[in-house]
């Protein structure tokens, strides 16, 4: 038996058109602030900031962005 999660389809538009993890300035984007206040909630540990593959690229979860959104709306 399958486990199936509901997902708003709101987030889940989000998820379709930029992926899971997204940098900072297109986070900025979708939540209607700069790249820069991204940065800033990051660095306070408002929003979870990952380090992806080798590389060690900084991106944020777009789920974790959509939360934002909305606790603060």
């Known amino acids: ?8 389809p709101e987030l889940q538009a989000l998820l379709d058109e930029h992926g899971t993890y997204i940098p900072r300035s297109v986070a ?7 790249a820069k206040t991204m940065c800033r909630l990051t660095t ?5 900031l990952y380090a992806i ?3 060690r690229t900084l991106r944020v979860k777009t789920a974790d962005v ?3 959104i909305h606790r603060v709306a």
């Open 1 to 8: 038996m399958a486990i199936t999660k509901k997902v708003d």
């Open 28 to 34: 900025g984007k979708i939540a209607g602030c700069s």
């Open 44 to 48: 306070s540990g408002e929003l979870p």
């Open 53 to 55: 593959g080798r590389t």
């Open 66 to 68: 959509y939360r934002l």
